[in-house]
């Protein structure tokens, strides 16, 4: 297990951007594979990105309102942080975002099931106003 402690939510008009970091303890946090999910308030949780223990591959939501092309994930191991860069900020982004870690054999894995992780941080409010 790994700790973990989201940051960087707030309130944001449609069309602004959001920086969410995610900051681990511990002294292994290059062996974890991380991810990035949501959920609106009477909503499922639901994943919004991954990205591999070293960074090298990313993979990303891909329902209607697609993230893709809007948000990017990305780690510095040396900082033990995951961040997630919003931009172009809609309403429906409005969702409690929460961190995710998993332990990982290989380095190029990426996990998109939530029972895949074993680790969560408490959460972040991100509100976007229209």
């Known amino acids: 297990q790994v700790q973990l402690v989201e940051s960087g939510g707030g309130l944001v008009q449609a069309g602004g951007s959001l920086r969410l970091s995610c900051a681990a303890s511990?002294?292994?946090?290059?062996?974890?594979?991380m991810g990035w999910f949501r959920q609106a308030p009477g909503k499922e949780r639901e994943f919004v990105a991954a990205?591999?223990?070293?960074?090298?591959?990313?993979?990303?939501?891909d329902y209607a309102d697609s993230v893709l092309g809007r948000f990017t994930i990305s780690r510095d191991n040396a900082k033990n942080t995951v961040y997630l860069q919003m931009n172009n900020l809609k309403p429906e982004d409005t969702a409690v975002y929460y961190c995710?870690?998993?332990?990982?054999?290989?380095?190029?894995?990426?996990?998109?099931?939530?029972?895949?992780?074993?680790?969560w941080g408490q959460g972040t409010q991100v509100t976007v106003s229209s």
């Open positions: 995710a870690a998993r332990i990982s054999f290989t380095v190029a894995s990426v996990y998109v099931k939530e029972s895949d992780y074993d680790s």
């Open positions: 511990g002294r292994t946090f290059s062996n974890y594979a």
């Open positions: 990205i591999s223990r070293r960074g090298g591959i990313t993979y990303y939501a």
